[in-house]
């Protein structure tokens, strides 16, 4: 029997390891609007969280599908500080407050789905849904240094994320919307 879960989001890759190619989604709002991601959202009042990527999934990309498999979780904290940040390689200052402007902590599961060739095959992209454009990516341009348009600590931490355990835990540490930190435990 599944327990209350303690954070308030999912997080799910299609996977298809034939073609080495995940389904991503390039967001039309916020968060991390304009940026390709994986598909998922907010648990609902008692919903387990595998109950809701499978949900969520159907809802944004019309797939049902019951290979998801538990990868851990992912934690981030992007609270606003005063100390200024450099972003390497522009070494550029980031603007700054006195006060943080907002607190985010929080936390989602992840979870990868492994379809095969034939479905990925049949899953014609792109195509541009409810929630932004879906398309299959090869991992190799997922995790690219240089892509800036894949939100940050996926292209970080994808390779990790699809050869995990649901017992991996993940921490992301933002300062005024620029990664800073990240760390991966395996337990």
């Not at 990664?179 to 991966?184: A, E, G, M, P, V």
Request: proline share 5%; aromatic share 10%; net charge negative.
């Amino acid at each position: 029997m599944e327990t209350e879960a303690s954070l308030k989001y999912t997080l799910g890759f299609v996977w298809c390891c034939e073609t080495d190619e995940v389904l991503l989604l390039n967001r039309l709002k916020a968060p991390w609007m304009g940026r390709w991601n994986g598909v998922g959202g907010k648990l609902d009042k008692g919903e387990p969280p595998l109950a809701c990527i499978v949900r969520e999934t159907e809802e944004e990309t019309g797939l049902t599908l019951d290979t998801y498999e538990a990868r851990g979780q992912l934690l981030w904290d992007s609270r606003n500080y005063t100390t200024p940040v450099f972003s390497a390689p522009q070494l550029m200052e980031v603007e700054t407050s006195s006060e943080p402007t907002y607190v985010e902590v929080g936390g989602l599961y992840l979870f990868v789905a492994k379809v095969t060739k034939a479905q990925r095959d049949a899953y014609v992209t792109p195509r541009s849904l409810v929630e932004g454009i879906l398309d299959w990516k090869p991992i190799a341009w997922i995790t690219h240094p240089d892509n800036v348009g894949v939100v940050d600590n996926i292209r970080v931490f994808m390779t990790d994320i699809l050869n995990g355990s649901a017992n991996d835990v993940y921490q992301v540490t933002y300062r005024n919307n620029i990664l800073i930190n990240q760390t991966r435990t395996q337990n």
